[in-house]
């Protein structure tokens, strides 16, 4: 049996039958990232010796399994925006190629209360800014399925870590897609949770009002499980939310008798890849058959998104990015004559262009004369397209469309033109604005077997929902099961 | 159509501090247009009676007692480029 390709509650069982050991299963995951990273170039940062010394540790903790931690002994991978104490963190940026956080995030904390082993930190677009994992200021990852393809972004990284099986589960952070197309790409499961469900302390600030982090996982059953480590208010982020956590897993196999899916024909749009349509729409047709209701819905405020995103996200950025001036942490120009002129050399050395043209942007939408022909505006047509998804979402239990409008394209494909990029955006980006929960879930190839996936939407704070009909949807399939050759 | 100057770049870019070299402000320039036009399709949505959203979660923002409860670290002096006792340094401000 290869470890290395063991999911969360697989190895969970053979841990606490005592079948396999935490540093076995640890070291077989090592081995296979030393394999298969030259090709995939997934991690920024392997941790092995701590790694091995926490799942020794594990080990220890599973000689008495019946009060061992929920995760005891899983390796998770981390992308680089979240924080890790004592662990360089770069933001895939040159600007903090060599800094080393002196606390862990939130999330990071849950992670290792649950007895988690953290493998390593992934790659990612710079400040998870990107849609194809080619903005990281350090190299590119590759799509395991087909390493001249990207394997989506920002959660680069943590989507083709999960599919190469280089670890259980990953962490994302999703923005505006971030989480969900990389998953799509890859063909691995990925959630975005309701805006606030998760705590976004410790996490580098892309866009505070629209950032969240995410499980990337293997299987539905294994999101279920990281997001419940993950998920709960945290007096330390004031916008996460004050709610209870239900058990994710409790609710799985309840099937899907009398879900109603609504589905929206604005996501099914000329200029799709056929294959992702009719992948999509037979998934809908296996959950009908199941016992779901197809309802059609209008969200008619859609083609408006990503002009609203791009707004929006970038006006947050030029002000969450103003701290990296050189002075506290990160890097700093050498030889500037004057503060202003370190602030100015530090950041034109230290961003990458993507970075630079989303601070531009950002400032100039604020800038005096402009912010209410563009940010106040974009602000406005955010209430509406909130209000389309609660509208419909009374007539509907979840929200089904596909997660891209294609497969995962071709490194350098899309790079000259800014605009182009930021359009593969266009189905997971109102999630975003809306603040509703996402998930993406594997239903398909194309001729070129490249991953397909479904993307199902649910109301605030029922991931409860969207994890019971996305495990019906995979349990029902066997999409998720199959491992690209590396 | 929003005409973005290059003289409009480098002013947002000092604004941003951000340097931009003259090869790096024409491509941004180009690019920053190209946004701006596309985002413009926004002015057709009719928004004279909508409130904008300014906050992502609805309720109160949840408040703290006003008490110090941060104890002085000097192992975060360790991210700086430049210290001096536990001082940050940077270039001098005042001539």
């Not at chain 1, 989480?179 to 705590?199: D, E, H, N, Q, W």
């Not at chain 1, 950032?211 to 996982?217: A, I, K, L, N």
């Not at chain 2, 180009?30 to 992502?56: C, G, M, R």
Request: one cysteine or more.
């Amino acid at each position: 049996m290869d470890l290395f390709r063991l999911t969360i509650h697989d190895a969970t069982n053979l841990l606490r039958q005592h079948t396999i050991r935490a540093q076995d299963l640890t070291q077989a995951v090592l081995a296979r990232i030393r394999a298969t990273d030259p090709a995939v170039r997934a991690y920024l940062t392997v941790c092995a010796d701590d790694a091995i010394a926490q799942a020794a540790l594990a080990d220890q903790h599973l000689q008495t399994p019946e009060s061992a931690p929920p995760l005891c002994g899983i390796p998770i991978a981390v992308k680089d925006v979240i924080l890790t104490k004592g662990i360089r963190s770069t933001a895939g940026s040159k600007i903090l190629a060599d800094f080393v956080p002196p606390y862990d995030a939130t999330v990071i904390q849950r992670l290792k209360a649950a007895g988690a082993v953290i493998i390593g930190k992934v790659n990612c677009d710079e400040f998870a800014m990107g849609s194809s994992n080619e903005n990281s200021a350090f190299f590119p990852t590759r799509n395991p399925w087909n390493l001249a393809q990207v394997p989506g972004g920002s959660s680069g990284g943590s989507a083709a870590a999960v599919a190469a099986d280089q670890a259980p589960a990953a962490l994302g952070t999703d923005t505006g897609g971030s989480i969900r197309l990389p998953a799509a790409f890859c063909g691995v499961t990925g959630m975005k949770p309701t805006y606030g469900r998760v705590s976004r302390y410790g996490v580098v600030a892309y866009a505070s009002s629209l950032d969240q982090v995410g499980p990337v996982t293997k299987d539905v059953r294994d999101c279920a499980l990281l997001l419940q480590t993950i998920a709960g208010h945290d007096p330390r982020d004031s916008t996460s939310v004050n709610l209870p956590v239900p058990d994710y897993t409790a609710t799985l196999t309840q099937g899907v008798t009398g879900l109603r899916i609504g589905v929206p024909k604005e996501y099914f749009v000329e200029g799709m890849q056929p294959e992702v349509e009719s992948a999509v729409r037979a998934s809908l047709a296996e959950l009908t058959a199941l016992g779901a209701q197809a309802v059609p819905i209008a969200l008619p405020h859609t083609a408006y998104a990503v002009a609203t995103y791009y707004i929006i996200a970038t006006a947050e950025a030029s002000s969450n990015l103003a701290r990296y001036d050189g002075v506290r942490y990160g890097h700093r120009a050498a030889h500037s004559d004057g503060l202003t002129a370190m602030y100015e050399q530090t950041r034109a050395e230290g961003f990458g262009p993507e970075v630079k043209r989303r601070i531009l942007l950002g400032t100039y939408v604020l800038s005096a004369g402009y912010y209410d022909a563009y940010y106040l505006k974009a602000q406005k047509v955010r209430t509406l397209i909130r209000q389309d998804f609660l509208q419909a979402l009374q007539d509907c239990d979840v929200i089904a469309t596909p997660v891209a409008p294609t497969t995962a394209f071709a490194l350098g494909d899309k790079t000259t033109d800014p605009l182009t990029m930021y359009l593969s955006d266009i189905f997971t980006i109102a999630a975003n604005l809306a603040g509703l929960p996402g998930i993406a879930v594997p239903c398909g190839f194309d001729t070129q077997g490249l991953p397909i996936s479904l993307q199902l939407l649910g109301k605030p704070f029922d991931e409860a929902t969207l994890l019971r009909a996305a495990y019906s949807h995979e349990q029902h399939t066997t999409w998720h099961t199959r491992r690209p050759s590396l | 159509m929003p005409l973005v100057t290059i003289e409009e770049v480098q002013r947002v870019a000092r604004l941003a501090r951000l340097t931009l070299t003259a090869h790096e402000a024409e491509a941004m320039t180009e690019h920053v247009t190209k946004i701006l036009t596309y985002v413009d399709t926004l002015n057709a949505v009719p928004t004279d009676t909508v409130e904008p959203i300014t906050h992502a979660v609805s309720g109160p923002m949840p408040l703290r007692t006003d008490a110090v409860t941060n104890v002085p670290d000097p192992t975060l002096l360790r991210t700086a480029p430049a210290t001096e006792a536990t001082f940050f340094q940077v270039p001098k401000i005042i001539e």
